[in-house]
């Protein structure tokens, strides 16, 4: 693509809406208000060999307060952006939005749209240089309700196919989200893998409660327990989780891999692209714990349509990824577009088109 000159920054704000509130113990999701980027590369002198040449890269900023800066720092970001790429092209536009998380996020992810659409190849290849990858198994997600309607919501998912499902837990006493679980563990049987996030909600007595029962409900994941910045309350807990592994989220965004590993406070880290700041640096991350035997994982915020298939697309270019939490389109009640990506049996149908895949999503 080229430097400066013809590349030009498009954006335009969206809402949408979830069809039914998702209630965590950080706060409660009920709609994502964010930004869809289009970036054009065309030489614009409107002859049939320019209009061959040109091309289109998508991506996707919906900033979540307390993941990602402000819906406002977005906005003013992504309008740096749009100068500094006509001066200064990608490399000065991505300077611009450096420390604006979702902003990074969608600038990124259509300059690699962009690439991998000209290549052309899809996405994840590009991303990964790795063999063809047909699916990434997923979670449900399940928020927080009593324990028979988290039973019925798990049962739910499992006869869609689902065989992974992740409750959140945090937002009642732990007795009952322990109850929570004991009745999801009766109902969907023992073939299928329990998660659950907390979202910091617990204190270390809590935490360790809830870790002596998960473990005999043969839970496979706790995500942050406690607050991000409890790096050793994490790794005592790992000590002693009765084969329960222990995922930082919260904590990654916090600390960064080296002060995990140091403090050797996690088993899985958890990768939100949105939050990171794009698909790229995910996907460095993803290498980088790999490295240090923390097994990484995907998950969106919640994101449109865009975001979502670039976060399928970085999950499909991890080796080895175990379910990530890919499966929050259907938390949605209108999308950006046609969602490209199939969930079946649970797993997601990698997009095996050129770029993202995903087209017909500038038009609301
Ligand atoms: O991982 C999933 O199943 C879905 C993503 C999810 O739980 C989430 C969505 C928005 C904000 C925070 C989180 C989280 O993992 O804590
Ligand atoms: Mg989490």
């Known amino acids: 693509m080229n430097a400066t000159g013809s590349l030009s920054l498009e954006y335009r704000s969206f809402s949408l809406e979830l069809t039914e509130a998702l209630e965590t113990a950080d706060g409660t ?143 009642r006493s732990v007795e009952e989200d322990i109850e929570r679980v004991r009745r999801v563990r009766e109902t969907v049987g023992s073939t299928v893998e329990l998660r659950a996030d907390a979202n910091e909600a617990w204190t270390y007595e809590e935490a360790e409660s809830a870790l002596k029962a998960f473990s005999d409900l043969g839970l496979s994941i706790l995500e942050q327990p406690l607050p991000a910045g409890a790096l050793e309350g994490h790794a005592d807990l790992r000590a002693r989780s009765g084969g329960v592994s222990i995922a930082l989220d919260e904590g990654l965004l916090e600390h960064g891999v080296d002060a995990i590993c140091d403090a050797e406070a996690a088993d899985v880290a958890v990768l939100k692209p949105m939050a990171l700041g794009g698909i790229d640096v995910a996907r460095k991350v993803a290498a980088w714990v790999t490295e240090v035997d923390i097994t990484p994982l995907v998950t969106t915020t919640i994101d449109g349509v865009v975001a979502r298939t670039g976060a399928v697309h970085l999950a499909a270019a991890i080796p080895d990824v175990p379910a990530c939490g890919l499966a929050t389109g259907e938390l949605l009640a209108t999308d950006l577009g ?27």
């Open 29 to 171: 999701i009920d709609s994502r208000d964010g930004f869809l980027v289009r970036l054009v590369d065309g030489d614009g002198d409107g002859t049939a060999d320019a209009r061959s040449r040109s091309a289109v890269g998508y991506g996707e900023a919906t900033p979540l307060p307390g993941w990602t800066e402000s819906h406002a720092d977005c906005e003013r970001a992504l309008e740096r952006a749009q100068d500094a790429i006509r001066t200064d092209g990608p490399s000065g536009a991505l300077e611009a939005v450096d420390r604006q998380v979702a902003a990074r996020h969608a600038l990124s992810l259509a300059l690699a749209d962009l690439q991998a659409s000209r290549e052309p190849t899809p996405l994840y290849r590009y991303l990964g240089q790795g063999p063809m990858v047909g699916r990434v198994p997923v979670n449900a997600t399940i928020g927080d309700g009593s324990p028979s309607e988290t039973a019925t919501e798990a049962q739910r998912a499992v006869d869609r196919g689902f065989d992974c499902c992740k409750l959140k837990v945090g937002l």
């Open 338 to 364: 046609r969602d490209p990506v199939l969930l079946e049996k649970g797993s997601a149908v990698v997009p095996q088109a050129k770029g993202l895949g995903v087209s017909d999503v500038w038009d609301p």
